[in-house]
């Protein structure tokens, strides 16, 4: 098996508003565009040149999720490079998004970063290499 790219990582929203307002406006990620599944609806913004970022509006009821970052066995997070990370830091604040750490430096791994909750709990780290 030859992976040329992730394609795409693929969000369940509990807030579709709330999720294009962060994603759209917050991050400044550029819309792709929206496809209706007849149950269920995909909306498309562009992580990189080769990645997406898809969030799916399920049309009916359906439970929460509750992991947490000790959560055996779950995917936990996905993570974007920043050029500036206390920039990045104050914008996401400023967008009432739930900190779960400050900027802080990684010396093992030779980058700053923090981890916060998107609209829908997942939590997403921000870094910015040495």
């Not at 992976?3 to 693929?10: C, E, L, Q």
């Not at 997406?52 to 936990?76: A, H, M, Q, V, W």
Request: proline share 3%.
């Amino acid at each position: 098996m030859n992976i040329t790219a992730v394609d795409h990582i693929t969000i369940n929203v509990k807030d579709i508003e709330a999720s294009r307002k962060f994603y759209g406006e917050t991050l400044g990620l550029p819309y792709l565009g929206q496809v209706d599944m007849g149950d269920h609806e995909l909306t498309y913004y562009r992580l990189t040149d080769t990645t997406k970022l898809e969030l799916i509006r399920y049309k009916f009821e359906s439970p929460d999720g509750n992991n947490s970052c000790f959560t055996k066995g779950i995917y936990r997070h996905f993570c974007i490079a920043v050029n500036d990370l206390d920039r990045a830091y104050a914008d996401i604040r400023t967008a009432g998004m739930k900190m779960l750490t400050k900027p802080a430096h990684i010396e093992k791994l030779s980058f700053r970063n923090f981890l916060f909750e998107d609209p829908n709990g997942v939590e997403i780290e921000v870094i910015v290499k040495d």
